[in-house]
């Protein structure tokens, strides 16, 4: 787990193995405590260099062995070893050093970084701090303002910036190791007293409680209610304000209580259920390892809207040659400006030159004949969608991906309308398109292996965290969503507001509660689609209660206020107001509270007092019901399917794991109970009604969220 070797005659070589990252599991620590005992007890030895096998220095600790009883030689007296020893301990930095790996690095004399490498103590996005002595040391080295960035927002950092922060001490393109070893000859013999970090003052702030506390302030705004953040600032303001030894103690007695939270947890379940979401396989046994995707040398995006447009961005920022379509050439020059802004922006950002010349620009379709996949993005109409795919089916090459960007329209429906069903594929994109992290996958019955692999792939490529789901009405997240959202709605017919529903909400961890969502969103988008389904509008058939449709409660609330024009932020009016139209700060609106009077008068309905905890428990675990409804349909192959989909485009806090992962920590009994509960109280709802699986797990002892899979295929195979 730990190589030992001699080169260049003098320099002791420790190889850090155990792939895919080198991680400090138990036999990986084992290893460096008794390869460094044997470098500084050999009397050939001058200096020692440390590396990891296979291009990547040291992902960190194990994160596998958190929560398991820890065996092996703890970190911090193995890195305290490293500090102290008399011969130059140097650190050959390629690929990753991050969390303990940085640590290790950090207790080592010098560090030499690959210009390639990434550099960073992440814990916080783990729900722990940098525990192996990482706050105590690095603040000491860098200083504090830079070190409170770093271990609060758990960002890596490029070679070059931690050259340019001190925390190595030179860069190359060459050779790391090579590099460290003729670096380790020449430093031989030197005296080593002014290389222990932890020995250093911390530099001085002029106002390091200020720093600290306005630090504190923004870390508590962002956080949304995760507590590793502020340990993080705790921490750090303990290495600024102490000695080295008592600022460990602080150290641990802060990691001690995060170590063991709830939040760590769900932050640990939610980094393992994103690598487990890109191992996909769906009902025909089409599973990533098996399935080739196609080499993708040419795409097409139809349709430049608002989401088309971020579409192409993302697909140009990944350095695919793009070709964009649009009826008219009017919309086509406004996209082409657009697109060309948004991508100006991100180079700017990003400090490379924007590629704007990946993109060409057509009014024709049939320049698409030689595009490898295409990606429609028209308007959201599946008339308009089904004349595109018969178009595209007649223009495109053979072998073409044909992807629609829908947020729930049927897929199958579309594949019947293109000469090839199996090349077809869902591509469901969250706007802005170029922006959030999250693609839904959405396959059919008659997808090809190669279409859903070549789709995944193309998403990865584009930076997205991609899933892939199975075809049904909202797919998952939006499938889920309408339950959370119908329940607001009807907590406002009983007693609610706006402001009460979004407090709860942001005081779980939302960034946004569910009206402020629907006024940035815009209600006329639901109210289009409701009119469509004849739920809403003149279309609905006469006689119908006004709050009853097919046959279950319905709330009207959204279309009144549409019928209203009030539209959320873009009118200035929505469920709350705004200062004027295309206003962002949402102000509680008196009108609306009048109008909520009224309408339960209107209904005979009597407001009661409704708190946060009826809110929470009504809006999410109406949606944790759909989501395993979702899993007994085998929309969703397993929990973390769902979890990814709500933590990356639905805003779920993230040190709440997602939905499923929460309804475990929650306790699957409790849960089962209060649907039962309110089921009773609001019979009108069938979807409050417990489903199988729920009945299933609860009946089967409430296993672990990693077990319910094997659950689900008892389920299965029993229908
Ligand atoms: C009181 C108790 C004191 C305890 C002290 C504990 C101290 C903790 C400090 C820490 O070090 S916490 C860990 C900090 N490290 C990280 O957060 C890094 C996590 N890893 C990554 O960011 C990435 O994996 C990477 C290293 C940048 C590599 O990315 P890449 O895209 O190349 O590969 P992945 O698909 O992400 O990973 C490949 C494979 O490896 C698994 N893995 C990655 N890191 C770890 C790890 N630290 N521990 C265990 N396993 C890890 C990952 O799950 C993948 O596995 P799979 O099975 O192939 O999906």
Not at 165 to 171: E, P
Not at 433 to 450: N, R, T
Not at 506 to 516: A, D, H, I, L, T
Not at 630 to 658: S, T
Request: glycine share 10%.
């Amino acid at each position: 787990m730990a190589q030992y070797s001699r080169i260049s005659g003098s320099v002791g070589l420790i190889t850090l193995s155990n792939p895919p990252v080198n991680a400090l599991s138990a036999a990986v620590r084992q290893g460096i405590v008794d390869t460094v005992e044997k470098a500084l007890g050999d009397p050939q030895v001058k200096s020692v260099v440390i590396c990891g096998q296979d291009g990547i220095f040291c992902g960190g600790a194990d994160i596998k062995e958190f929560g398991k009883n820890m065996s092996g030689p703890p970190l911090i007296p193995m890195i305290h070893t490293i500090e102290c020893a008399t011969k130059p301990m140097v650190a050959a930095i390629e690929g990753s050093a991050l969390g303990g790996g940085l640590e290790l690095a950090l207790g080592c004399h010098y560090r030499i970084a690959h210009s390639k490498a990434r550099l960073g103590l992440p814990e916080v996005t783990l729900g722990l701090l940098p525990a192996a002595g990482g706050s105590q040391r690095l603040p000491r080295l860098i200083g504090v303002p830079a070190a409170l960035d770093l271990i609060t927002t758990g960002r890596h950092v490029t070679a070059a910036e931690a050259l340019q922060l001190g925390i190595v001490d030179q860069v190359t393109d060459h050779a790391t190791v090579d590099a460290a070893v003729k670096f380790a000859l020449s430093v031989a013999g030197k005296p080593l007293d002014t290389r222990r970090i932890s020995t250093y003052p911390c530099p001085h702030v002029s106002d390091v409680d200020a720093l600290c506390e306005n630090v504190m302030q923004k870390v508590r705004k962002s956080a949304h209610g995760a507590i590793a953040p502020i340990a993080c600032v705790q921490a750090v303001r303990a290495a600024a304000t102490l000695p080295y030894t008592q600022g460990m103690e602080r150290e641990k007695e802060l990691m001690a209580t995060l170590y063991t939270s709830g939040q760590a947890r769900a932050l640990q379940y939610s980094f393992f259920a994103q690598r487990a979401v890109s191992k996909w396989r769906i009902p025909s046994g089409a599973r990533w390892d098996t399935s080739t995707p196609r080499p993708l040398h040419k795409v097409a995006v139809i349709g430049l809207g608002t989401m088309g447009r971020g579409i192409t961005v993302a697909l140009a920022q990944a350095g695919l040659p793009v070709i964009t379509v649009e009826t008219h050439e009017k919309q086509l020059m406004e996209a082409k400006r657009a697109v060309s802004d948004m991508l100006n922006r991100g180079a700017k950002r990003r400090g490379v030159a924007p590629p704007l010349d990946k993109i060409s620009y057509s009014c024709n379709l049939q320049d698409l004949a030689d595009v490898d996949l295409v990606i429609e993005a028209v308007f959201e109409d599946m008339t308009l969608k089904k004349k595109v795919f018969r178009q595209l089916s007649a223009v495109c090459k053979p072998g073409t991906l044909l992807c629609t960007n829908t947020s729930g329209l049927d897929v199958d429906q579309l594949a019947s309308q293109s000469r090839n069903p199996e090349l077809v594929v869902g591509m469901h994109f969250f706007a802005p398109a170029h922006v959030m992290k999250l693609l839904e996958v959405v396959y059919g019955p008659q997808s090809s292996p190669q279409a859903v692999a070549t789709a995944m792939q193309l998403g990865k490529k584009m930076g997205k965290v991609s899933v892939a789901v199975g075809n049904c009405r909202g797919f998952v997240g939006n499938r889920m969503l309408k339950l959370y959202t119908e329940q607001a709605s009807f907590l406002l017919e009983e007693g609610a507001t706006p402001d009460l529903v979004d407090q709860a909400i942001e005081e779980f961890g939302f960034p946004m509660g569910v009206f402020k969502v629907s006024d940035l969103s815009g209600l006329d988008v639901g109210w289009r689609i409701r009119k469509e389904e004849k739920l809403a509008g003149l279309s609905v058939a006469s006689g119908q209660s006004t709050r009853i449709r097919e046959g279950r409660r319905y709330s009207p609330l959204a279309d009144l206020l549409c019928e209203q024009g009030r539209f959320g932020q873009k009118t200035g009016r929505g469920w709350y107001q705004y200062d004027k139209p295309g206003g962002r700060v949402a102000r509680s609106d008196p009108w609306l509270h009048h109008f909520l009077e009224e309408y339960r008068a209107q209904h005979g309905l009597v407001a009661r007092h409704i708190d946060h905890q009826e809110v929470l428990e009504r809006c999410l675990y109406a949606m944790i019901n759909e989501g395993f409804r979702i899993l007994e349909d085998g929309i969703a192959a397993g929990p973390e399917d769902i979890d990814v989909i709500y933590v990356f485009g639905y805003g779920w806090p993230r040190h709440r794991g997602g939905p499923m992962f929460y309804s475990g920590m929650v306790g699957l009994e409790k849960v089962l109970e209060r649907l039962e509960h309110y089921y009773q109280a609001h019979p009108d709802v069938p979807h409050l009604q417990p489903c199988r699986l729920l009945r299933r797990l609860v009946a089967r002892g409430s296993p672990p969220v990693h077990k319910w899979r094997e659950v689900i295929k008892n389920l299965h195979s029993q229908l």
